[in-house]
Structures are given as structure tokens and as C-alpha cells.
């Protein structure tokens, strides 16, 4: 079917392999990030807070390589993990 | 209700396919050198003979310990001690020289005197670190790539889920008499469901150990970029001054670690023992003791306390123990680390590992088997494929079996182009393991039996070398309360069996090719 990861040519297949495990590890490091610094805004101790991300974080991690190896829109979801990860970072920058 | 569609399953399959052929033989390393390191403290004690002591429970001292170190470990900044435990008879002995070396030392516990031992890595200093980074240490590249390992097998694991339709009838199907390739698929499965859940914990518990190195931004940026105040909050890390210049005596170490484990014991409920030693800028007005539980016998959680001492006037500076999530959190790497006294289990854990062993190389087989008719002749890429999965499987067994052959075999003071004993041992295991990649890619399929023979041979070789070096062999070593030689030489003998068992079934095969008509995982 089209868009399926089979049917791809290298450089989509490249792009699902970045997209998942860079975009998604930068995904990731920005979740604990903005986690350590939002948790303890509802009382949560930040180590507590930076502990809990890191065991959380690899919930997220694995399901963002599954999808990017998964979808028919690897640039469309692709960029969507960037704008996350783009958009906790900038969470975890201001708050 | 959503349903896995025939696509979604197409690239699960996908996934699992190729991230399995571009990282199996790293998962392979990995599981394999971390499944011997489950009894890392009993080979040490099979490759360093001076460490066999019958362990028993005697206090030491050391403030006595202190007294009678060498001059210069005295004046080092970084004094450690391990504290002797049933597994670790020896006391465990480090200090950072005045040349910023470390020097690693292990000291008998009934004189406290320095183990005049055979210089060898053995399970702790070789295949316990093989497995975290394969000691590749540059730029911590070799952690990287065990890191991503460990994520792609979490990923395999989840795609492998999605593959198979008949996941739990898959589990009860296992034809060893079928063609080759539909043997290996079902014992892929088998192996894969049987522990399935100790696979999810291993990488997952792996990657949480080294959170520190592989999210840092993450961690620091949490504590406006201070990593030390993160290390300090989350594991009890203490920030010591530097040393003051002016002399000052230590109080007693001794009873700054009964204070110490008196706070903890009376915080848990249950008796806490001290597991570290650790005193920094001895001598110095800027002395500092400090105290971990860092493996406790009686628990799965990991470095649960910490206590930091003055070193002169003996008060306590910092009394830190992990805060609730901390805990969980230290419980999944304790479950990863598996000190704790428990034997069954660890046996367990060991079989686990052996099945993880299992279910990626029948995994990378059953790449193998199913492209063996259209690609075994023609691709170059099929023959890369097989070569790396017969030296990545039998050929990283029997270079185990070579660096423990030489470890019995080269002499005491082994030196060769300014490599010693130590570093000769570990030439010994790449150059076997090189050995064996050439030797599939020239001899292909029939270099799985030999090798098979091969490990056999290393495995009794090792067994008679230990009887014939030592004053142990596997009975005398039982008898003698040796218990982790005698186990260790068990085990290399049915090892030995095993491949030897292997060997004379590949050896007879005639039918290589099965092909039945479908296969769920195609």
C-alpha cells in the first residue's frame, strides 16, 4: 500500500529512521526537561519529579519510533514529533 | 474498536526485520556478556585464585585498614573500600594516586594486607563492563551503541508482539523435528514469550541506569543546568571542598559507620549494613567519610542511603535517602543489578539471560533460513549477514572460552609490546573472536558446528587448566567451601556438553533448506 515503510525509497526510510530515533530522543530529553520543572509547580520534589520522567520516558520513546516506522505520513508526523520536542523545550525554557 | 491492520502489521514487521539484522549481533554481545556477569563476583574468584576465601562475618576495621595502607594511598584524595560480603570475600581496595591513576587493590580480610593477585579484569572488570559499553570507552561511543541497542530491543520486542496472530498458541508450538527453518522460528517464539517480561526489564532498566549520560540536557536542564545539584537531589552525591592544606587527624572511621547504619536501620525498621567506604581528602582538615548501602542484600533497591561525615570531628554533614519516586526508580535498576541475596532467583536470571541469547540468535537464523534459497549464492550482502551472525553467536562463546583459557595459561608476569598480564588476556578474546568472523565468512555454514566443537573443547580445556593451576578442582573446590569454583567449572562443563551436543547435530544435518509455504512472521 502506498506509503507503507516497505514500499519507501532510502531517503524516506532515512527520514522515518531520524525522525523516530533523533527527533523522538530530543522529544524525549525536552519531557524530562519540562517535567522537572513543571511537576515541582504542583508541589512534586524535582528529583522526584526528573525520576519519574526517566522511567516515563521510554513509554514515550519506543510508541514515537513505532509511529515514525508505522505511519503513511512520515513528514507530516515526522515534523509534528519536532514540533513537540520544539515546544517543550521552549515549556521547560520558561517556566 | 481500533484494529491492527494488515499494513500496520506489514511495517512491524519491517521494523522487527532489519532492526534485528542491524543490531542483533550487538544485542547478542550485550545479553551474553550481561548474562555472565549475573556471576561476575564468582568468576572472579575462578580467574583470581588469591581471592577464593571462605567468606565469614568478622567486623573489620578501618580505622586499622587506614593505618596500615601504603604511604601513598594515604595521601590520595579518593580512598574506597568495598566491604567484604559472602559473594566478595576480599575487601575491595581503590585509591586515586598522586598521578590521578586509579589503583585497584584487594585485601584479605583477616590481616588486611594487600592480595598478591593474578593480574586479570576477570568477570567484573571485563565482561561487566563488555556489556555497558563494549569497551569501547572513546567519546562513551560504546555506551551510545548499547543504548540504542537496548531501545531497538524494546522496539523488537513491541513489533514482535504485533507480528504474530496467534501469539499464545505460537507459545505452546515447538517442532524440533520440523525443517530447519521452521524449527528455528518456534523456538524463536518460544524463547522470546517464555521471558518475555525479563526482556522488557533488562534494556528498560539498562537505559534508566545510565539516564545520567544519555539525557543529560534533559536531567541538568531541570536544575537550571547544574548537574551537580541533580546528582546531589536524585542519588545523594555530596560536593567535596577541595583539600584545605592544613593537616588534621580522622576521627574514627569505625564509628561514624555504626552512627550510620544505626540511622538507617532505625529510618528502615530492619538492620542496614554499609556496602561503601569511602574517604576523600584524608588527612585534611577538608576530610570527608562517607557511607553507602549501595547493593543491600536483603532488598532489590539500589543505593538507598547515604551518609557524609566530617572526617576530623566525625559529625554527620548529610543523612540522604532516596525520596519515594527516587525509590521506585532505584527498585527497576536493583531488578537490572541483581545484588541482592537471592540464589534461586539468580539462577533465574542467568536462564533468562541464556533464553535472550536464544531468541536473537534464532532470530537472526531465521533471517538467514528464509533468504538461504533465493540469496545463499548470489548476494553479497546475504554472505556479510552470515558471517556476522556465526561469529557474533558461537564465535563471541568461544572467545569467552579463549580469555578464560588464557587467563590459566599465561604466566604471572606476561608482558608483550607494553601490554600486560591483564590487557594480554582480553588481546586474546578479540583476536579468537576476529578469528571466528573470518572463519564463517570463509568456511560459511560448516563454521557453526565447528565452532560448536570448539567451545566444547575451551570449555573442558578451562575445567582441567583451573584443576591443574589451582589447588581447586570441581570437587576438591566444594568440599574446601569453594562453592563459586566448583559451580563455575560445573557450568563450563555442561556448557561444554551442550556445544558439543550442538555440534554433533549440525554436524549431521543434511537438509539445511526447509522451506514450508507461509510462516506467520513473513
Request: glycine share 8%; proline share 5%.
Amino acid at each position: 500500500m502506498a506509503g507503507a515503510i516497505q514500499h519507501d525509497g532510502a531517503a524516506r526510510i532515512v527520514w522515518r529512521l531520524l525522525a523516530g530515533f533523533g527527533g523522538g530522543y530530543a522529544l524525549v530529553s525536552a519531557f524530562v526537561a519540562a517535567s522537572g520543572k513543571l511537576l515541582p509547580l504542583i508541589g512534586m520534589a524535582r528529583g522526584d519529579a526528573v525520576s519519574l520522567a526517566l522511567m516515563l520516558a521510554l513509554l514515550v520513546y519506543v510508541p514515537i519510533c513505532l509511529l515514525m516506522f508505522a505511519t503513511r505520513h512520515p513528514v507530516r508526523d515526522g515534523l509534528a514529533v519536532l514540533a513537540v520536542a520544539t515546544a517543550l523545550v521552549l515549556l521547560a525554557r520558561i517556566v | 474498536m481500533a484494529r491492527i491492520t494488515p499494513d500496520f502489521r506489514h511495517a512491524m514487521h519491517w521494523a522487527h526485520t532489519w532492526l534485528g539484522v542491524v543490531l542483533g549481533i550487538v544485542m547478542f554481545a550485550v545479553f551474553w556478556m550481561g548474562t555472565l556477569t549475573i556471576f561476575a563476583p564468582e568468576i572472579d574468584q575462578w580467574m583470581i585464585p588469591e581471592t577464593r576465601i571462605v567468606h565469614d562475618e568478622r567486623d573489620v576495621s578501618y580505622d586499622h585498614l587506614l593505618a596500615q595502607i601504603p604511604p601513598e594511598a594515604r595521601a590520595s584524595d579518593y580512598i574506597n573500600f568495598v566491604v567484604p560480603s559472602e559473594r566478595h570475600p576480599a575487601i575491595g581496595f581503590f585509591y586515586q594516586g598522586a598521578d590521578d591513576t586509579f589503583h585497584d587493590n584487594a585485601l584479605d580480610p583477616a590481616t588486611g594486607q594487600p592480595l598478591e593477585q593474578t593480574d586479570s579484569l576477570a568477570g567484573s572488570g571485563f565482561f561487566y563492563p563488555f556489556h555497558l559499553s563494549l569497551m569501547i570507552e572513546w567519546q562513551n561511543l560504546g555506551y551510545w551503541i548499547v543504548g540504542l541497542a537496548a531501545l531497538a530491543m524494546l522496539i523488537l520486542l513491541v513489533s514482535g508482539l504485533f507480528i504474530h496472530r496467534k501469539i499464545i498458541a505460537e507459545f505452546f508450538v515447538f517442532r524440533p523435528h520440523r525443517k530447519a527453518r521452521r524449527a528455528t522460528l518456534d523456538l524463536h517464539n518460544l524463547s522470546s514469550l517464555i521471558g518475555l517480561p525479563f526482556y522488557f526489564l533488562m534494556p528498560f532498566s539498562g537505559l534508566l541506569i545510565f539516564a545520567f549520560l544519555y539525557l543529560p540536557w534533559g536531567i541538568s536542564e531541570a536544575f537550571d543546568g547544574d548537574m551537580d545539584a541533580a546528582y546531589a537531589e536524585m542519588t545523594g552525591d555530596y560536593a567535596v571542598p577541595a583539600r584545605s592544606g592544613r593537616t588534621a587527624p580522622l576521627a574514627s572511621v569505625d564509628a561514624m559507620k555504626r552512627k550510620a547504619e544505626a540511622l538507617w536501620s532505625a529510618e528502615e525498621g530492619v538492620p542496614v549494613k554499609t556496602n561503601l567506604v569511602r574517604v576523600l581528602n584524608h588527612g585534611d582538615a577538608n576530610a570527608v567519610v562517607y557511607f553507602r548501602n549501595t547493593f543491600p542484600d536483603d532488598r532489590v533497591v539500589l543505593s538507598e542511603y547515604v551518609a557524609v561525615f566530617d572526617g576530623p570531628s566525625g559529625r554527620l554533614i548529610r543523612n540522604f535517602s532516596l525520596p519515594p519516586i527516587g525509590e521506585a526508580s532505584a527498585w527497576i535498576q536493583g531488578a537490572h543489578f541483581m545484588q541482592f541475596g537471592h540464589w534461586p532467583l539468580r539462577w533465574l536470571y542467568f536462564l533468562g539471560g541464556l533464553g535472550g541469547c536464544v531468541m536473537i540468535a534464532t532470530g537472526m537464523l531465521f533471517w538467514l533460513r528464509s533468504r538461504e534459497s533465493r540469496l545463499a549464492n548470489a548476494s553479497l550482502g546475504y554472505r556479510v549477514v552470515e558471517a556476522l551472525t556465526i561469529g557474533g553467536v558461537s564465535g563471541i562463546i568461544l572467545a569467552t572460552g579463549a580469555f578464560l583459557i588464557a587467563n590459566r595459561l599465561l604466566p604471572a608476569d606476561a608482558t608483550m609490546v607494553g601490554t600486560g598480564r591483564a590487557g594480554l588476556e582480553i588481546r586474546v578474546f578479540w583476536l579468537v573472536w576476529l578469528g571466528t568472523y573470518l572463519h564463517a565468512a570463509i568456511l560459511r555454514e560448516r563454521a557453526w558446528g565447528q565452532q560448536c566443537w570448539a567451545i566444547a573443547a575451551a570449555g573442558v580445556t578451562a575445567v582441567m587448566l583451573n584443576a591443574a593451576t589451582t589447588s581447586n578442582n570441581f570437587l576438591t573446590a566444594s568440599w574446601s567451601g569453594h562453592r563459586a569454583v566448583a559451580i563455575m567449572d560445573i557450568v563450563l562443563l555442561a556448557g561444554a556438553g551442550l556445544a558439543a551436543c550442538t555440534a554433533m547435530r549440525l554436524t549431521a544435518r543434511t537438509d539445511p533448506l526447509g522451506a514450508p509455504a507461509a510462516l506467520p512472521a513473513e
